[in-house]
């Protein structure tokens, strides 16, 4: 229950900016539905072999097959809803070539960030093996699929530009924001919130980024590599220091 209240939370959150920056259509409505149920239902599943220790079938201390799961429902989810977000499909590893040099060089300043932060701030660890594959692996493809394939597709076609930005920048922003709130807010099992607020604008920074390699894009391939280059680094750092 806590699980779904932590999620619940972040919707609570990002909604408000959501409906206030949308056109206000029947459309709309229904793809904000549509964006609730992908994030609500995703989430939950990839913590089902938490609650369910049937359902971890991946040996490991990492949630590899929750992982797993929110990949392939992830997928399940985009060839439902995908007419929802036709204009803006960036789930598609065919790259938008027009921009690539500032895709590589937006790229490599993502992952060099990471390690910067990683070298000065994050605290040492032990060599892991399993740590370094998994961050090298599941987390950006998960993620990546969700937040930058399909609920930022649905925002985007939400929005409305306005004279501070245009949508595709907003969509960027907010999604960003509820990154940053999926890693940084939670609700303790005594229903307290907890807030870090450095995690939150370091995830949300990266999330910012991420966002933008995929808008230049046109696809989520070049943020899922990113973001696993950048985990692994951050790790692999870690581990050396």
């Known amino acids: 229950m806590t699980s779904l209240f932590n999620i619940l939370l972040y919707l609570i959150i990002i909604l408000p900016f959501f409906i206030a920056f949308s056109a206000k259509t029947k459309e709309t409505f229904h793809r904000i539905l549509i964006f609730s149920f992908c994030f609500v239902s995703s989430n939950m599943i990839m913590r089902l072999p938490i609650f369910f220790n049937i359902l971890d079938i991946i040996p490991g201390t990492w949630n590899?097959?929750?992982?797993?799961?929110g990949i392939i429902?992830?997928?399940?989810c985009y060839?439902?809803?995908k007419n929802f977000f036709t204009e803006n499909n960036f789930f598609t590893i065919k790259i938008d070539k027009i921009n690539i040099k500032y895709i590589i060089i937006l790229s490599l300043v993502t992952i060099l960030f990471q390690c910067i932060l990683s070298f000065l701030f994050y605290y040492s660890s032990e060599y892991n093996f399993e740590v370094l594959l998994f961050q090298l692996t599941v987390p950006g493809i998960s993620e990546g699929m969700l937040y930058r394939g399909i609920l930022l597709g649905i925002m985007i076609n939400c929005l409305k530009d306005n004279?501070?930005?245009?949508?595709?920048?907003?969509?960027?922003?907010?999604i960003a924001v509820i990154f940053g709130c999926v890693h940084a807010l939670w609700l303790t099992q005594e229903f307290k919130i907890d807030f870090?607020?450095?995690?939150?604008?370091?995830?949300?920074?990266?999330?910012?980024?991420?966002?933008?390699?995929t808008i230049k894009s046109r696809s989520i391939l070049p943020s899922i590599i990113v973001h696993n280059l950048s985990n692994f680094f951050i790790e692999l750092i870690s581990i050396l220091k």
């Open 64 to 69: 590899w097959s929750g992982y797993i799961y």
């Open 196 to 213: 870090n607020i450095i995690v939150f604008i370091v995830t949300g920074i990266m999330g910012y980024l991420f966002g933008l390699i």
């Open 163 to 174: 004279k501070f930005t245009n949508k595709n920048h907003m969509g960027v922003i907010l």
């Open 79 to 81: 060839y439902l809803f």
């Open 73 to 76: 429902w992830n997928i399940l």
